[in-house]
Every structure is written in C-alpha cells, then in structure tokens.
C-alpha cells in the first residue's frame, strides 16, 4: 500500500457536498465502463438542467432522459431515489445518518428499488466519506486487489478481505488507492 500511496499521492474520502447528486451518480455508474458513464452522467446533468435534485430529477423528461443515455430502467431507479429523498418519513442525509452503522446505512438504502449494495457501499464512502468502506461489490476493486497483492490471478473475497483487514480502520482509503492504480 506504500508503493501506491507514494505513486498517487494523497487521496480523500471527503464526503459529497450533495448526497443526492452523489447517489444519482451511482446510478448512472451502475454496470457501466467509467468513460461511458461519465459521458451519460452529463448528458444526464444537461438534462435535469444542472446538478440533480429530487425535484429536476422527478420533472425531467423521460424521453429526453432516455436519449442521454440512461435506459428505463435507471430513469426508474434515478427517480425512485429522488421520491425517497423527498419522503418526509426518510432523512438519507449525511448528519442524519452520522451515527446509523455501515450496515444499517446499506439496508436503508437498498429499500429503494434500483439501490443495491454495490451502490449502497458507493453511497458510504462518497456521499458520507466513512473512512472503513470494502466494497468487494465493485469489480474494478476487486481487479485491483488481484493485480496488487496477487500480480493479477484470482482471488477470493474471503482472501481479499483478509488483504484489506491491514488497512483497517481505513479501507476505504485502501480502496481509494486499489482504484487509483488499476485505473493506471
């Protein structure tokens, strides 16, 4: 992990200004090469008319979200999310989940249809910034750890979990600099 501190320089887990925009983000994301998702998430912003909010993202038009990129099914999921942040009964902001553990973040996200944990755990450490976030969910960390620790052969998650055990409490850190090298 030195090597790649050293290589990348210094990285954050600083939380998103806006959770919101943060979550859609993940959304776009969902299943998508990081070129191809970048270019759909801005078209998507020129479409809600600058950054998401429950609101743009609720009266955006469909067929104008479809030709950004975004299939139905993510308008969908990117509208459910918007509906649950504007839920009075749901406050998914950061200071209202500041003491609710990983755990219980994950399962309150994942009751909105199209957020699953994958997205969940990309939520935890860049929507709230929590410092020990392992989200094994996501391929390219998964890869990472591979190249790293095992010059690219397989591994299992139990194997990489026990990897990461060493960057504790920081993983998401850890994960921070896993991406940053298998995206080089």
Request: overall charge negative; aromatic content about 8%; glycine content about 8%.
């Amino acid at each position: 992990m030195a090597t790649l501190v050293d290589r990348h320089g210094p990285l954050d887990v600083a939380p998103a200004d806006d959770e919101f925009a943060r979550l859609c983000t993940s959304i776009v994301n969902q299943q998508l090469s990081t070129a191809s998702a970048a270019a759909i998430h801005e078209r998507f912003v020129e479409v809600v008319g600058g950054d998401p909010t429950p609101e743009r993202v609720l009266a955006a038009d469909e067929a104008a979200l479809r030709e950004a990129g975004l299939s139905g099914t993510k308008v969908d999921y990117l509208r459910n999310a918007a509906a649950a942040f504007r839920d009075d009964e749901r406050d998914l902001t950061r200071e209202e989940l500041a003491g609710v553990s990983d755990e219980a973040v994950v399962d309150r996200l994942t009751e909105i249809t199209g957020v699953g944990e994958w997205t969940a755990r990309m939520y935890l450490v860049f929507a709230l910034g929590r410092e020990d976030v392992l989200p094994l969910g996501d391929l390219a960390v998964r890869k990472g750890i591979e190249l790293v620790y095992n010059g690219g052969e397989s591994l299992s998650r139990a194997e990489m979990r026990e990897i990461a055990e060493a960057w504790r409490p920081y993983r998401s850190y850890g994960t921070r600099y896993i991406w940053a090298e298998y995206k080089s």
